[in-house]
């Protein structure tokens, strides 16, 4: 595909977005966590809002940097069509996933018929403070020593995943908590401890990002609601603003700069963002070029790169030349645009650009769609306290991480940086057989909630 106009490119994506919306709204019953939602907002910020600053004169990734090539419109164009037709694929298997489905928990059958009959394993604490009784020492051990208090030297971070994976557990523990317990006091207030902590750190901000997003959605599902209200909405987007100076604030806070000075380069990138040209908004320039790179270079990767996933529980210690997540980065990244050196992404669009081409990107972005709207609505179908809802939120809070950097980070993400709760979904799967429950689901949801449809 050569590259396009990007005055078309900006053009088409206001219509694509615009149909694909009206499509997924009117015909689907969304809510706050069904992955066309988040997809939806995902593509808006990354993909349009970017194309637009950029068709308004931001600056592309890698300008101004001697001896790189800047990602030119015409690259950013051809990538913003490549999104659209994943948003086009996508939206045909959420369409598909929701026909006859109406993404309510089970309602209640007319007295001519039989109640319904179904299994579920029911979230049980014993298995939440077996999981908390380990985590939670380790790593609170783990959180002193590589966290960083302000006014004290950056502490460097280990060579080794291993020795800074349990920093994230006492947020998780704390979450696991909330979600069976509610959100008292006791809970609520070191968790905020916690995410403050996490949010001075100035690195790895999905620490911060996807237990906020998990924490929203428990809120929202324990009170049975299915969108955000005014003040949740308000709140996220504050985080979505305060998001792109956090490394920034972190550093200021942890070196001691006085108020003013980390006050007035907070609003400096918070201006960026807000016209598009903050460092952290040129993802959709960073699938620009993963998608020049991979028609310059040839290179189709048929998912090889996907099979590295398999050696990641060894430690680098023990293989120095253990094949990495991002390695495939390699086989695109050229002198003149490093984009395995500089750490960039390729978004879930780029991904399966980059392993299959156009056909492969179309049937994948279908096969997915299908299968997480298929999962969304019989995770609805489930109380609040089953293991079925439960495990599909901890899926659906990572979803923006898996739009943003592709398939791998589905096992990442989930499997690695969310172990202390996979393993309380994993040890209810090896406890007792499921519970049987005749009647209408819906009366059983977590006490002092409330339901509504909003």
């Known amino acids: ?61 890698l300008s101004g940097i001697p001896g790189l090539d800047a990602v030119s419109p015409g690259e950013i164009g051809r990538a913003v069509l490549i999104a659209d037709i994943a948003l086009i694929a996508a939206t045909v298997g959420w369409v598909t996933a929701g026909r006859g489905n109406t993404n309510r928990i089970l309602t209640t059958q007319p007295p001519d018929e039989q109640p319904p009959v179904f299994t579920y394993r029911p979230l049980q604490f014993k298995y939440i403070l077996t999981v908390a009784a380990v985590a939670m020492p380790i790593g609170l051990f783990t959180l002193a020593k590589y966290g960083s208090l302000p006014g004290s030297p950056v502490t460097s971070i280990s060579t080794s995943s291993y020795s800074t994976l349990a920093v994230t557990w006492p947020g998780l523990v704390l979450l696991a908590f909330i979600y069976f317990h ?71 806070v942890i070196q001691g700069q006085n108020v003013a000075t980390i006050a007035a380069n907070a609003e400096t990138s918070i201006t960026d963002a807000l016209g598009g040209r903050n460092a952290d908004q040129a993802v959709l320039d960073e699938l620009a070029v993963t998608v020049s790179g991979a028609q310059e270079t040839g290179a189709t990767l048929w998912g090889r790169p996907y099979l590295n996933v398999l050696v990641l ?57 299908r299968l997480s709207g298929r999962l969304c ?50 040890l209810h799967l090896l406890g007792p057989p499921a519970r049987v429950v005749d009647g209408d689901a819906a009366t059983l949801k977590p006490r002092g909630s409330t339901r509504s449809s909003r």
């Open 313 to 369: 529980p060894v430690p680098k210690q023990w293989w120095p030349g253990k094949p990495g997540l991002a390695d495939y980065l390699n086989t695109i990244s050229q002198p003149r645009r490093p984009l395995a050196q500089i750490g960039g992404v390729t978004t879930l669009p780029g991904d399966l650009y980059l392993n299959f081409r156009i056909p492969g990107l179309v049937l994948c972005m279908f096969l997915l769609a």
């Open 1 to 61: 595909m050569p590259p396009v106009d990007l005055n078309i490119a900006v053009l088409v994506d206001l219509v694509v977005f615009g149909v694909c919306s009206f499509v997924l709204i009117s015909t689907q019953t969304l809510r706050h966590s069904h992955p066309a939602v988040i997809y939806l907002a995902f593509h808006a910020l990354v993909i349009s809002f970017r194309a637009h600053a950029v068709n308004g004169g931001a600056k592309t990734f």
């Open 182 to 252: 509610g959100f008292r006091p006791a809970l609520v207030i070191p968790l905020v401890g916690y995410l403050a902590f996490t949010a001075i750190q100035g690195f790895d901000r999905f620490r911060l990002v996807i237990p906020v997003i998990l924490l929203c959605q428990i809120y929202l599902d324990r009170r049975g609601r299915r969108w955000p209200g005014k003040a949740m909405l308000a709140l996220l987007a504050i985080m979505v603003l305060v998001f792109f100076p956090l490394k920034e604030i972190g550093l200021g």
């Open 377 to 426: 609505y019989a995770a609805y179908r489930y109380p609040y306290l089953s293991l079925n809802r439960f495990c599909y939120l901890l899926l659906a809070a990572n979803f923006i991480q898996i739009f943003r950097d592709g398939l791998i980070s589905v096992p990442v993400f989930l499997l690695v940086n969310m172990m202390p709760l996979m393993a309380i979904a994993l």
